[in-house]
């Protein structure tokens, strides 16, 4: 009875069916992570796979109290695209198809690749638009000629149509796989669609090829999410476009690794006032990225990344005796041999009570595109239903999946992993016309 009740009140907000294909681009459609992921696609497809770290395949949602033991999984919950109806595109510098890629990346087994031929090998990347003014340690010859950045734009956006029309998808979202950029700050020519179109024009040097695709998506309506921590898409004029076409955007640097572990860490020291000396973090690993890396002015956009994430979850202002002095390191070291399995080591100095020291240790071999794929996924999924349910402009209830979260004017970004997760469960809950929950959890024992 108080469940029929509970469902006539539900008020679920407007979300377009998910009818028809959905196409995939992917700037950087050659690379370790975007191979992963479209190879992982192909091969959940078929039945040889598993969609591991997926929560728009493997998580559930609790509905409702603990008692009414409701807990579906996320995407028999809410609508979302099938993995059947994904139709991949993309470009890259080097020409190579997404079976010699995958085979080059090195992540996935070659006989697993070879399964896969087929249909791996039918995807083409188109030429990118690239310079090495902005990836110092990469050579492409797979790229667009163009006067100017608007020309560069104009075939992107030529290249989106045509793939809009050739494929028959009936929707499109684009997330960047590309190698990081250099570090480039916010002026003048981000500060709006006016000024940014007019750099387009003059090949304004602090527009970025990441930019120009971010440009194009939003220009066709294609919502955009950024795995880099290239600027991109996080500035006003993007912004502004994003909103104004009523087109969501999400970013930046996909949060694997060893970001990832700080953000299940920290959390729970902080959680327990533990204090802290220092943390040095270390990371050798030998892929194009780690190539990239090496280079220090795209060190510099992954270090302004990774180094952000600490001040933000002890919030040393809050509480200066435990968090205001300590010393926090973050290396990247390019070590061929070690290939895309990434050796991450972490040395965290903390102090407990009456401020004995104490250490931490974390020796995390792990393999970062093994752990991106099912974010490219995940950010696929949810970043078209944000568009069926009207959401537009920056989707902090994505935060969850970004070593950098972008977050509205005035706020600061989230890093906390279980925050995150509560906020994007709600948020689904909230879609759906679900009570949200609180985890207060006191009616349970009579007191309201
Ligand atoms: N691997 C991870 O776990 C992880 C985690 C967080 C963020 N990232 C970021 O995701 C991105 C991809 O990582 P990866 O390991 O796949 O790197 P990768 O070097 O294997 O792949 C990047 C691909 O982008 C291509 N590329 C570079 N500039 C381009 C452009 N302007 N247009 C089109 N293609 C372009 C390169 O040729 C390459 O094939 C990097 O920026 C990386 O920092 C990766």
Not at 34 to 55: D, H, N, Q, Y
Not at 105 to 111: E, P, T
Request: glycine share 8%; charged share 25%; aromatic share 10%.
């Amino acid at each position: 009875m108080a469940d029929t009740k509970k469902k006539s009140t539900k008020k679920q907000k407007n979300i377009l069916k998910p009818s028809g294909k959905l196409g995939v681009m992917i700037p950087g459609m050659g690379g370790a992570v975007s191979t992963t992921f479209i190879a992982g696609v192909e091969a959940i497809r078929r039945g040889i796979g598993k969609p591991i770290g997926s929560l728009t395949q493997m998580a559930r949602i609790r509905i409702g109290k603990r008692t009414e033991k409701n807990s579906p999984l996320i995407k028999d919950f809410i609508e979302l695209a099938g993995l059947d109806d994904l139709v991949f595109a993309g470009w890259d510098i080097y020409p190579d198809n997404c079976y010699e890629a995958s085979l080059k990346a090195g992540v996935l087994d070659k006989d697993q690749v070879e399964a896969l031929r087929e249909p791996l090998e039918r995807l083409k990347p188109m030429p990118a638009v690239f310079s090495r003014d902005y990836v110092k340690n990469l050579d492409g010859r797979h790229l667009k000629k163009g006067k100017t950045k608007m020309d560069l734009a104009k075939q992107v956006i030529e290249d989106i149509e045509n793939f809009k029309k050739e494929s028959g998808v009936s929707r499109l979202v684009m997330v960047w796989c590309g190698s990081t950029e250099i570090y480039i700050k916010q002026s003048p020519v981000h500060a709006s669609i006016t000024a940014f179109e007019k750099g387009l024009r003059e090949n304004h040097p602090d527009i970025a090829p990441s930019m120009i695709y971010v440009y194009a998506a939003l220009k066709c309506g294609v919502p955009y999410a950024n795995g880099a921590p290239n600027l991109s898409v996080d500035f006003p004029a993007m912004m502004d476009l994003a909103k104004k076409n009523g087109l969501p955007i999400a970013g930046k640097d996909f949060k694997t690794g060893q970001t990832l572990m700080k953000t299940i860490l920290a959390p729970g020291l902080k959680s327990r006032m533990i204090g802290l000396h220092g943390w040095f973090s270390t990371n050798r690993l030998g892929n194009r990225d780690g190539e990239v890396l090496d280079d220090p002015y795209s060190f510099k956009t992954k270090e302004e990344s990774k180094l952000s994430v600490l001040e933000y979850m002890f919030q040393p202002e809050l509480y200066p005796e435990l968090y205001s002095d300590y010393y926090h390191k973050v290396r990247i070291n390019y070590y061929p041999p070690r290939g895309d399995a990434k050796e991450a080591w972490d040395n965290i100095d903390i102090f407990g009570w009456l401020g004995y020291p104490m250490q931490i240790k974390v020796n995390f071999l792990c393999r970062d595109s093994i752990l991106a794929a099912p974010i490219v996924l995940d950010l696929v999924l949810f970043l078209d239903l944000a568009s069926r349910a009207g959401f537009d402009g920056i989707q902090e209830w994505l935060s969850f999946y970004f070593k950098s979260p972008m977050h509205g004017e005035g706020l600061y970004p989230e890093h906390d992993l279980f925050i995150q997760l509560m906020k994007l469960k709600n948020t689904l809950r909230y879609l759906k016309g679900e009570e949200l929950i609180t985890h207060l959890g006191l009616d349970y024992y009579n007191l309201m």
